[in-house]
């Protein structure tokens, strides 16, 4: 892999840093947010902590599921659980 991915504060690139993942690191999404550019994010916790944050959707590769099935907007009162892997791209 050429580099790792940043966990962010909010849904844009420009924003903080929670903290840096590298690939393989297994994820579970809670929701998903278009931000005003139209690029899809992820508000995830990383497995096995409390670590949570934003996560472009380029930067996750499904492992097991259908995502179309679990689909739910951030400012929907539930939230679901899928388990994601970071893939090797370099978004």
Same mark, same amino acid.
């Given at each position: 892999?050429?580099?790792? $991915?940043? *966990?962010?504060?909010?849904? +844009?690139?420009?924003?903080? &840093?929670?903290?840096?993942? !590298?690939q393989?690191?297994?994820?579970y $999404?809670?929701c998903?947010?278009?931000? =005003? +550019?139209? &690029?899809?994010?992820? +508000?995830?916790?990383?497995?096995? =902590?409390?670590?949570?944050?934003w996560?472009s959707?380029? &930067?996750?590769?499904?492992?097991?599921?259908?995502? &179309?099935?679990? *689909?739910?907007n951030?400012? =929907?009162? !539930?939230? !679901?659980?899928?388990?994601?892997h970071?893939?090797? =791209?370099?978004?």
């Amino acid at each position: 892999m050429k580099g790792t $991915y940043n *966990l962010k504060l909010a849904p +844009y690139a420009s924003c903080g &840093n929670v903290t840096r993942l !590298s690939q393989g690191t297994l994820v579970y $999404y809670q929701c998903w947010k278009r931000n =005003s +550019y139209g &690029n899809l994010w992820w +508000y995830v916790r990383v497995a096995g =902590s409390h670590t949570h944050g934003w996560m472009s959707s380029a &930067n996750l590769a499904q492992q097991r599921g259908n995502l &179309n099935d679990h *689909l739910v907007n951030c400012s =929907s009162p !539930s939230a !679901s659980i899928t388990a994601l892997h970071f893939k090797g =791209s370099t978004h």
